[in-house]
């Protein structure tokens, strides 16, 4: 299971949610029929909607404003087969934990990831910050963890 997002708050008396969603593909995540779960609970998606710059979710059978109070403040999961990535890209939670090498030499683990409108940054470490770029990044082996890299003067 990855993490998609947040419920941070109750919209109006409906059973609508406010959520800060950790998806970069929200319209396909959350159309109506999606199902999504919170503290393993599934709740299917009913409509998503974007207003005043917030995301906005029903789910169905979350009908009023006292069934959706109890999902404030909890993170909503989905399996991670359903994230849709193309080559190249990850889920941050494969890339936490890869060990992080250059010319055979181990300079750390993945410890977070920053992200940027320019990039992302490879925090190894918490010392290390290397954007994820291919001028930087050359192989993510995610079968043994292991992602192959060349820093330039200054980055370590």
Not at 21 to 50: C, H, I, M, N, W
Not at 74 to 93: D, F, N, R, W
Not at 94 to 110: F, P, R, S, Y
């Amino acid at each position: 299971m990855i993490e998609i997002g947040t419920i941070v708050n109750t919209h109006g008396l409906k059973g609508d949610v406010k959520i800060r969603s950790e998806s970069d593909f929200k319209d396909q995540r959350f159309v109506p029929g999606a199902v999504v779960y919170v503290e393993g609970r599934p709740l299917t998606v009913a409509s998503f909607r974007t207003q005043k710059g917030f995301d906005i979710l029903r789910f169905e059978g979350i009908d009023h404003i006292d069934d959706a109070t109890p999902l404030r403040d909890k993170v909503m999961m989905a399996p991670l087969e359903e994230a849709h990535l193309e080559a190249g890209q990850y889920h941050v939670t494969q890339l936490i934990g890869c060990e992080v090498i250059e010319d055979d030499v181990v300079l750390g683990t993945v410890t977070d990831i920053r992200h940027f409108p320019a990039q992302s940054l490879l925090v190894v470490n918490q010392t290390i910050q290397i954007p994820f770029v291919d001028a930087f990044i050359h192989t993510v082996d995610l079968t043994k963890r292991v992602i192959t890299v060349t820093l330039i003067e200054g980055m370590r």
